[in-house]
Every structure is written in structure tokens, then in C-alpha cells.
């Protein structure tokens, strides 16, 4: 059984962070949850597609489906489920819904912290809107993978989520931090206060979890010149850069990256971002 996470000051390794985290309960989206048991009273009409739809634009369920799938996947030799619709394929609807019964919130959890649950809303907004032009990216270049290429966008900052859920106050300081001085790189700032970088944890974690190789490779940045990690890389940057409006600094250098991604004019990757968005 998952327990219940709450830490106030940094841990000594990557290694337990990892521990931490992998062990401790994942909350959802409340409208998730509330979806959940509205198809679970009428779940002889539920398909795999309608299901994984709905899961799909909340990141955190997302990974809580992926890594099971991938726990029941090593006892069956089967091949990776990538998405959450083949995911829920392997696992049929009715041990879906026996597996996953009535979900916590992030809003239970996080109720009495207003802050906290406005940075946490913040990233997975931007999650989902980097999973949406991700998907535009994937769709525009004919990608095959345009589906795991989405879940790569949408799960890019999920160590970020899950920090806010299991450790507010530390991500609340990392927050300030960036507040104080915009020009502090968000790696600085989280090796300052946790003593590890997000994307290690996050990448360790897909690994613990044994999420697929796809997957945990399209979300890695360790090869830029890849298309499939560079549709996620530029999602994620333009979601980030536009999350406030589209006068940001770093729009322009975006644009002219995406547009030499899709091929495209900057006038002409301009006006299919606004319809993406």
C-alpha cells in the first residue's frame, strides 16, 4: 500500500529521493477522479479508447496507469504498452477498475496549502499545453510514435508535480528563488535547496518504474538532434516561454527552431502554434 508523503527538508542522495517518492501515494486531478467513478457505475459502456482519453490529459493518472501496466507487463513478457489507451488494452476494463479503485486528489491533499496547489495547477497546465503542441509537432512531421510522443510532453515535468505534492514548502522555496532572480536556471536553484536535479529524479524514477524505453528516451535530453526529442524539447520550452503570454524573450528563438523542425516559414509555424493553442 502507498503511504502518505510529506517532506519539509531535503533528503541525503538521489538514491533516496527516489525511495521516497517511488513508495509514496499519487494523488490525481479531482475532475479525474470524479470521471473514474461516474464510468465505474456505468462500466459495461466503458471502451480502453474513451477511458484513455480521458486519462490522458491529467499527467499524474497517466503515470500511475503507465507504471502499472509496466509492473503487470514484466510478469507477462509482454511487449511495452506505451500509451494509456494500450495500457488499459492489456489490462482489460473490468482489472482496471479493480485495481484502481476511488482515487485520492491533489486537492484533498493539498487543500490547506492555496499556494502550493496554484504552483502545482501551473506546471500541469503547462504540461498539457506542451503535450498539445508536442502532438501537433508529431502529427505535422507524419511521426508514427505521435502518441508517445504526446505522453512524453505531458509527463516531461511530472518529478516538478510530484514535488509539490509530497514536498510544498521545498518546492515553494525553489519558486521563490526563481521569483527573486528571473535569470536563475531552474537546475541551480533545484540543487540549491534539494541538493539533485529534477530531471535525474525524474528520469531515475521512470526507470525505477520500468515506464517504457520509448518513453523514458523521448523524455530524456540527452540527444537533441533526435526529431522525437526534439518535438517534446520545444514543446515543453514554448510552453514554459508562453505560459504568461506570447511577449516572451525566448519566443522568437523558439519559433525559429520549431519552424526548422516542421520545415516551415516562421510566419507559417507562427499561425499553426496559435491554432495548436
Known sequence: MSARLRLTSPLSSLDAWVN????????????TAESLEHMR?????????????????DPLMTLKVLAHASELRRGRLMAD??????????????????DFGPQPTL?????????????????????????????????????PDAAIIH???LLHDFAEMLL????????????????????????????????????????????????PDLLTRITSEKDARDPQIRCVQLAVRLARHT?????DAGVPDDLHDIAELLNLSEAHALKLLHDFD
Not at 521516497?20 to 475532475?31: K, N, Q, R, S
Not at 502550493?116 to 502532438?135: D, I, N, Y
Not at 505560459?243 to 511577449?247: L, T, V
Open 243 to 247: 505560459a504568461r503570454g506570447w511577449d
Open 151 to 153: 505522453s512524453a510532453a
Open 41 to 57: 457505475a456505468t462500466e459495461d459502456d466503458v471502451d480502453a479508447h474513451g477511458l484513455g482519453e480521458m486519462i490522458a490529459s
Open 107 to 143: 486537492e484533498s491533499v493539498l487543500g490547506d496549502n492555496d499556494e502550493a496547489l496554484l504552483g502545482l495547477s501551473r506546471v500541469m497546465q503547462r504540461a498539457e499545453r506542451a503535450s498539445r503542441f508536442a502532438l501537433g509537432f508529431a502529427a505535422h512531421r507524419a511521426d
Open 81 to 98: 504498452t506505451e500509451t494509456v489507451t494500450a495500457a488499459i488494452v492489456l489490462m482489460g476494463i473490468t482489472p482496471f477498475f479493480r
Open 164 to 211: 509539490w505534492v509530497h514536498a510544498p514548502e521545498l518546492a515553494l522555496k525553489i519558486a521563490a528563488l526563481q521569483e527573486a532572480d528571473r535569470h536563475l536556471r531552474s537546475t541551480v536553484a533545484q540543487r540549491q535547496v534539494l541538493g539533485i536535479e529534477l530531471a535525474d529524479l525524474e528520469q531515475a524514477l521512470m526507470r525505477r518504474w520500468r515506464l
Open 20 to 31: 521516497a517518492f517511488a513508495g509514496a501515494e499519487i494523488p490525481v486531478l479531482a475532475e
